[in-house]
């Protein structure tokens, strides 16, 4: 457990062994109000430089929430819970169990930022509206995500772009369709057909089901089509959506337990 304590209302902790972090010279901060950090972030530096990643189209970011911070690069993620009492802050690693990241090492900016998350110091803002970060020697600078239209319904036809943020290539591609109610795959007796919810950026489904034939005295018809090889992933993702939004590139993304969806209009 990591422990920090608001001092004028500015979230500081205890140094690293490696010493308290400076800040560049001559870079002015003011002190923070708790609430006034919450929000989703685009993580545009790393100690001076930016975040080495590697992946192109795919930003570090950050969700501060009043209970929970997120931390998710392409199909990397890390949460903290933190809460408050009076002065002092408590903030822990959260792990969800049965969660799966994507099969790949962490990149250096991705270690960077977990560690300095992990050993919170201290969050600041620049003058110039820039949040910093500060813990286990190294200072992060946030800027505010750009400010997207909300996701009120899934209506329409979509393709699948991505799994797990990595682009999808296959021969014939995966389309989805959705209604107010459900998103599938055709056809519906494939029985790919899941419930849905949104509210906000939060996104449920509910258990796959398979559409139930308009005739009760006869069987359900037999789907003889194959099934695209990536289908699986798919179903996998809305076994496990938690999360709902969209991408800079105005797609959407549905995300949960560590995996990822993306969607474009079609």
């Given amino acids: ?26 870079v002015k901060t003011v002190e923070v109000p708790s609430d006034s950090i919450l929000g989703e972030y685009v993580v545009v530096q790393i100690d001076g430089a930016p975040p080495l ?62 560690d300095a998350f992990a050993s919170l110091e201290q969050i600041e803002r620049e003058t110039a509206g820039a949040l910093i970060v500060t813990g286990s020697g190294h200072r992060l600078e946030l800027q505010r995500a750009p400010s997207l239209p909300a996701i009120a319904s899934l209506v329409g036809e979509w393709r699948v772009a991505g799994i797990d943020g ?12 959705a209604n107010e109610e459900e998103i599938w795959w055709a056809p519906r007796c494939a029985g790919m057909i899941y419930s849905y919810k949104i509210d906000d950026t939060d996104f449920a489904t509910g258990p796959r089901t398979s559409q139930p034939p308009a005739d009760t005295r006869t ?38 337990g560590g995996r990822s969806l993306t969607l474009f209009s079609q």
């Fill in 53 to 114: 990643i590697n992946i192109d189209g795919y930003q570090p970011m950050i969700t501060i929430g009043p209970q929970r911070i997120h931390f998710q690069s392409q199909c990397i993620f890390a949460d903290w819970e933190w809460s408050r009492t009076g002065d002092v802050i408590e903030a822990e690693p959260r792990h969800d169990p049965g969660f799966a990241m994507c099969e790949r090492g962490l990149a250096p900016g991705e270690i960077a930022i977990q």
């Fill in 166 to 177: 990595q682009s999808l290539d296959e021969p014939h591609g995966i389309a989805l369709s």
């Fill in 219 to 256: 069987p359900p018809p037999v789907c003889t089509i194959g099934l695209p090889p990536r289908l699986i992933d798919v179903t996998r993702v809305l076994d496990q959506a938690e999360r709902i939004g969209r991408t800079p590139e105005n797609g959407v993304r549905i995300s949960g």
């Fill in 1 to 26: 457990m990591i422990t920090a304590t608001l001092s004028a209302l500015a979230l500081i902790g205890c140094s690293p062994p490696t010493g308290e972090t400076k800040l560049p010279t001559g």
